[in-house]
């Protein structure tokens, strides 16, 4: 992150926008899941109102900014995509909408993938350790964050996309690769067997 950028505060760039919803026993609800360390959102299985009891549940819409509270500290921070539009989320799942007028969403999400944004949330999160760090919804507005001009942000937000599918592809090679070993190594062997 650049120096010369100028601070925002957060406040700025996000609306807290709860979407609560009445809970019925013989409906399905499937709720969604941050991972830790800027793994992203994902799917649990569904599970009916009266499996999900007396939890309160909020619609999540694509385009939600989320925050798994009790680990964002951790980088468990997600950005909803059209799959995760009308999931669930629980009370530990505040959804956001971004002022996209200044903020790319994207670069808000890799933003808080990084070490200094990672580090803003842990110094908002106080407590020792696992669930006693919660995030401060009161604090996080007042976070302050680089935010160069849009049009940059465009541009680290498409860098950082051909670097995540470089990321993919070499893994999926050196997976291929391996697999590939694997089969020579079971042929030869099979070969050389009397």
Sequence with gaps: MSNHWPLVALGDILTLERRPVKVMP??????????????GIFHKEPRTGFEVGDKDLFLVKEGDFIFQITFAWE????????????MYGST???????????????????????????????????????RNRVLSLKKLPYLQIPLPSLDE??????????????????????????????SIFYQAFNENRP
Excluded: M, W
């Design 153 to 182: 942000q465009h541009r680290i937000v498409n860098l950082q996309t051909k670097v995540e599918v470089i990321k993919r592809l070499h893994t999926e090679s050196i997976a291929k690769l391996d697999a590939l070993l694997l």
């Design 92 to 130: 530990r799942f505040p959804t956001f909408r971004v002022n996209e007028t200044i903020c790319h969403p994207k670069y808000l999400l890799y933003y808080f993938k990084t070490k200094p944004g990672q580090n803003q949330l842990v110094q908002i999160s106080p407590g020792t350790a696992g």
């Design 26 to 39: 013989t409906e399905r609800y499937a709720e969604i899941g941050i991972y830790s360390f800027g793994r």
């Design 75 to 86: 980088g468990a921070v997600g950005l909803a995509s059209k799959a995760e539009d009308s």
